[in-house]
């Protein structure tokens, strides 16, 4: 089975903060992806990776940025968190195209 | 950009009933998968499909890659309290590149004891 994780289930934070998600996927695959999830616009990317220390912007990278420096751990960092940014985030990991989620980060910025 | 248009977006229906759900796009996909999403967790993928016509079927969940290559069809028979919650359609996004997918917006579904 295909395991993600994901660093904290809920986050409360200020704004201002750097804020750092970490994910970890233990089958190998080659890509990864960041996303946020907010009621009534679906499932939006912000970032994915498609190899260590590669990194490509997604729909919506402003104000976040990644890092991949091993194959198996793929981090979300908000630079400056704002409360906009209070989203769920998910991450995900795939091989083809089959894509496999963590739980998910429920991110609240105040 | 592709866009992939599911309904109905919500659903409310009795314990024990089928449900049928849907999923287009004005582009030919070679790839479609169903996802559920329960509340507060991650998706889950449900479900995939790789060949126009290819039915499959997952316990009482029943999943078809529409002949036109532009829908897909998700049927879940005699519905169960732990059905609850969002199905995604999903398909790979060539414009902006292999191995990304566009998702569709969600049917929600709730069920009445």
């Known amino acids: 089975d295909v395991k993600v994780t994901q660093s904290s289930r809920y986050l409360v934070k200020r704004t201002g903060e750097k804020v750092f998600l970490e994910c970890v996927q233990d089958m190998d695959h080659e890509n990864m992806f960041w996303y946020r999830q907010d009621p009534g616009l679906g499932l939006r990317l912000i970032y994915f990776s498609y190899d260590v220390k590669m990194k490509e912007k997604g729909d919506i990278p402003e104000g976040y940025s990644v890092s991949r420096e091993k194959k198996e751990r793929f981090s979300l960092i908000l630079e400056s968190a704002s409360t906009n940014q209070t989203s769920m985030y998910l991450c995900?990991?795939?091989?083809?195209?089959?894509?496999?989620f963590g739980p998910g980060t429920r991110l609240t910025v105040t | 950009g592709q866009q992939l248009n599911q309904s109905p977006q919500s659903m409310f229906i009795q314990e024990g009933e089928d449900v049928s759900m849907n999923c287009t796009s004005s582009s030919i996909f070679n790839t479609w998968l169903w996802y559920k999403q329960d509340p507060g967790e991650g998706p889950v993928l449900l479900i995939a499909?790789?060949?126009?016509?290819e039915l499959t079927s997952n316990g009482r969940l029943t999943a078809q890659f529409g002949i036109t290559r532009k829908d897909s069809f998700l049927n879940i028979s005699a519905s169960i309290p732990s059905d609850v919650g969002i199905y995604f359609c999903a398909g790979p996004s060539f414009i902006q590149g292999a191995q990304k997918l566009v998702f569709g917006q969600g049917t929600r579904l709730t069920i009445n004891p």
């Open positions: 499909l790789y060949k126009a016509g």
């Open positions: 995900a990991s795939s091989y083809y195209y089959e894509q496999y």
